[in-house]
DNA sequence: GGCACCGGGCTCTGCCATAGGT
DNA sequence: ACCTATGGCAGAGCCCGGTGCC
C-alpha cells in the first residue's frame, strides 16, 4: 500500500494582513477632505462650480512641483488627453484616480521618457493602470533602482511595463520590495534566475514578503512530508522550472498537487520526481483547468481505444499535454488521425502534440510530397526543431529526386 | 551523420474582491 | 463613503538544441 503525502492536513497559513505602508496623501487632498467631506457634499459641489467657473486660471496655476497643488479634473483630463490617454478606458478601470486631488501625471510622463519609453507607450500604461499617476517622482526613482538592480537595462524594464504596468505600479512600498529581493537571494535562487522572475512573473515582486514566503515554506512542507530532505534545492527546482509558481495561490498549487498524486496513483518518490521535474510547469493552472483537460485527454484517448495503463505512461511522460484545451487536444488529434498515423504511434511519440496545428499540418503536407509514409515511418521528425527539420526535408526530397532521376 | 532523449527558453495579464486607512 | 493595496482567479503552448548512442 503506497504511503500518502498528507497534504491535506498541512496548513495553508492565511495571510497574515498586508503590510500597509500607503503612499502619504498630499497635504491638499487630506484639507480637501476635511473641508468637503461627504457630510458637505453641497458645500463642496458648490465650491467646486465655483473654481471652476470664477477661478479656473488662478487654481490651475500651479508649479513644478505637481505634490504641493491639485490639478483640477479638467486640466487632468486634458492633460491625459494631450498625451494620448484613453480617458474611458481609465476610469472604467479605476474611477476613484480620477476624483483625487493632486495626480503626478506630468512627472510621470517626463520619467518615463527619460527611461526611454514612447509616448504612445505611456499614454498605454496610463490608460490601463491610471493609478501609476498617483506615485510620487520620488517613489518611482527608487523603485525603477530597484529593479534595476535586477535587470540590466532600462528599456528591459520599459518592455515589462508595457506588457503588464500594474505589477510595477500597483505597489508603492518600496521596503517590501526590497526584502522581496532579499528573501528570494536567501532562498538560493541566482541572479540569472531571478532576473527570468522579474521579467517572466513581476508580479512576484509586488507580491507582500508574507505571501512569497508562505509559498516557500508550503514548498518545503511538500517535499519534507514527501520524504526529500534537501527542501532547498527542491523550492530552488521548481521555482526555476516554473517561474510563476509565486504568483499563484498555495490553495491552487496543493490542489493541483493533490490531484495529480490522485489521478495518476503516485507514490510519494514519484509524485517528488514529477513536480520538480517535468510536472512544475503544470502546477499552476487552473484546478478546473487541469482536471478538465485531463478528462478531456482520457476520454478521447479511451474511445480511440487506449487502455487505462496507456493513457497514464503518455500523459506521464509529458505532462504538459494537460496545456491543451479540449479543442485543441481534438484537433492535433484529427489531423494526425486524418493523415493515417494510428493513435499508437501518437502515444509512443507524445512530444509531437508539442507542436501546432499548423506546423504539424505544413510537414504533414510536405512530408507526403516528399513521399514519406508517415503510416510506416518515425513520425518524431513532426516536433523536430526547425532546422533539424529542414535538413531532413531537403534530403527526403533530394533523395526522391535521385530516385526519380534514375 | 542520424536520431532519440531530454531539458530548457520564451512566457502571464487584467480583472474582481476585500480589508483597512482616511 | 471613498480610495488604496493586495490576494486570487481564469485562461491555456510552442519551439530549440545539447548530448550521447548507433
Aim: hydrophobic fraction near 40%; glycine fraction near 4%.
Amino acid at each position: 500500500m503506497q504511503s500518502s503525502l498528507s497534504l491535506r492536513q498541512m496548513s495553508i497559513p492565511k495571510g497574515l494582513g498586508y503590510l500597509t505602508i500607503m503612499a502619504p496623501r498630499n497635504l491638499l487632498y487630506m484639507r480637501s477632505n476635511f473641508l468637503f467631506g461627504s457630510r458637505c457634499w453641497m458645500i463642496r459641489f458648490s465650491a467646486e462650480v465655483l473654481l471652476k467657473s470664477v477661478s479656473f486660471r488662478l487654481f490651475s496655476m500651479k508649479c513644478d512641483n505637481a505634490d504641493s497643488e491639485p490639478l483640477e479634473s479638467e486640466e487632468l483630463l486634458n492633460n491625459l488627453l494631450t498625451m494620448g490617454v484613453d480617458v474611458d478606458m481609465a476610469k472604467k478601470r479605476q474611477p476613484g484616480v480620477f476624483n483625487r486631488r493632486g495626480t503626478n501625471e506630468q512627472n510621470l510622463k517626463t520619467f518615463l521618457l527619460s527611461k526611454g519609453a514612447s509616448k504612445e507607450v505611456i499614454a498605454s500604461i496610463i490608460s490601463r493602470y491610471p493609478r501609476a499617476m498617483t506615485r510620487t517622482p520620488e517613489s518611482l526613482s527608487y523603485r525603477w533602482d530597484l529593479w534595476r538592480r535586477i535587470v540590466t537595462s532600462d528599456l528591459e524594464i520599459v518592455a515589462i511595463l508595457e506588457r503588464s504596468p500594474e505589477s510595477f505600479f500597483r505597489s508603492s512600498n518600496n521596503l517590501n520590495l526590497e526584502k522581496n529581493i532579499e528573501f528570494l537571494y536567501s532562498v538560493g535562487l541566482t541572479h540569472k534566475c531571478l532576473c527570468r522572475l522579474l521579467t517572466s512573473a513581476p508580479r512576484t515582486f509586488s507580491n507582500s514578503l508574507e505571501l512569497n514566503k508562505q509559498m516557500v515554506e508550503f514548498l518545503r512542507e511538500v517535499c519534507l512530508s514527501l520524504g526529500h530532505n534537501d527542501p532547498t534545492g527542491f523550492v530552488r527546482k521548481i521555482i526555476f522550472k516554473n517561474p510563476f509558481i509565486l504568483i499563484q495561490s498555495t490553495k491552487r498549487v496543493k490542489t493541483n498537487i493533490e490531484f495529480l498524486q490522485s489521478a495518476f496513483n503516485l507514490n510519494n518518490e514519484q509524485l517528488l520526481v514529477l513536480i520538480h521535474g517535468p510536472g512544475a510547469k503544470i502546477l499552476d493552472l487552473s484546478n478546473d483547468c487541469m482536471r478538465r483537460n485531463y478528462t478531456n485527454i482520457k476520454e478521447r484517448l479511451f474511445s480511440l481505444g487506449c487502455t487505462t495503463e496507456e493513457i497514464r505512461k503518455f500523459v506521464l511522460s509529458c505532462p504538459d499535454v494537460i496545456f491543451l484545451g479540449e479543442k485543441k487536444f481534438s484537433d492535433k488529434i484529427d489531423c494526425l488521425i486524418e493523415e493515417k498515423i494510428s493513435i499508437s504511434q501518437i502515444i509512443e511519440n507524445p512530444r509531437i502534440l508539442d507542436s501546432s496545428i499548423s506546423t504539424l499540418k505544413s510537414r504533414i503536407k510536405e512530408l507526403v510530397n516528399a513521399g514519406y509514409n508517415l503510416s510506416t515511418s518515425n513520425i518524431s521528425l513532426l516536433s523536430w526543431s526547425q532546422k533539424r527539420y529542414n535538413a531532413k526535408l531537403k534530403k527526403l526530397n533530394t533523395g526522391q529526386n535521385v530516385v526519380l532521376g534514375n
